[in-house]
């Protein structure tokens, strides 16, 4: 069973700065099936990118996904105030459609 | 807009049954495989159940298998998540998503609350 494993637990950064968030799977994940989600708090999830790096739609340009294989990356440049949330990576390749346990960025 | 709205939690003993209800609308509905996906109480998201578009496969965590059914009325545009033999890890806030490509997440519901407790 694949297993998704995001670092760091807590990302602490100021607005304005750049974050970088990671997610490594355990098992090559077939044809970079790998999606991002943001969270609020006491809201759903919100799609952010899907196959490791497309945008979804409405979603700023200041976020992007890279990666390949068993290692990704969520990057959100210039953080805004209303960035600050949980973020999730998710594998949608085959079942267990697993998630990764999260980030939390927080305001410095 | 297209949207899901889950309905039908609440509280219920340990070892009772309740079941989740999500209304989609503005979509067609039965083009789209649907999951359920729960989130405990300040913990992650966990992948709890999945159907395909005329509901011929499913899929369900190995932590509900057995105990939960996944189940759509295309006709009526409506999701539903028969949950049995609650325990008390049962306890989350279960989320309905739409499945785009290849099982993308999304649109996701607002949640419904299902407390498990004597």
């Known amino acids: 069973e694949l297993v998704l494993t995001q670092s760091p637990g807590t990302l602490s950064l100021s607005p304005g700065e750049r974050a970088t968030l990671s997610c490594r799977a355990s098992?090559?994940?077939?044809?970079?099936?790998l999606a991002w989600f943001q969270q609020k708090p006491g809201q759903a999830p919100r799609l952010l990118i899907s196959a490791a790096s497309s945008r979804a739609t409405g979603i700023p340009d200041r976020f992007s996904g890279s990666g390949s294989g068993t290692d990704f990356t969520l990057t959100i440049n210039r953080l805004e105030p209303e960035d600050f949330a949980v973020y999730y990576c998710?594998?949608?390749?085959?079942?267990?459609?697993?998630f990764g346990q999260g980030t939390k960025l927080e305001i410095k | 807009e297209e949207q899901l709205v889950e309905s039908g939690g609440g509280l219920v003993q340990p070892g009772g049954s309740l079941r989740l209800s999500c209304a989609a609308s503005g979509f067609t509905f039965n083009w789209f495989a649907m999951h359920w996906v729960r989130q405990a109480p300040g913990k992650g998201l966990e992948s709890v159940a999945v159907?395909?578009?005329?509901?011929?496969?499913?899929y369900y965590a190995s932590s509900v298998r057995g105990r939960f059914n996944i189940s759509r009325d295309n006709s009526k545009n409506t999701l539903y998540l028969q949950m049995g033999s609650l325990k008390a890890e049962d306890m989350a806030v279960y989320y309905c998503a739409r499945a785009a490509n290849h099982h993308i997440l999304d649109i996701w519901g607002q949640g419904t609350m299902v407390t498990v407790s004597s």
């Open positions: 159907i395909t578009t005329n509901g011929g496969s499913t």
């Open positions: 998710q594998q949608y390749g085959y079942s267990p459609y697993a």
């Open positions: 098992l090559s994940i077939a044809s970079n099936f």
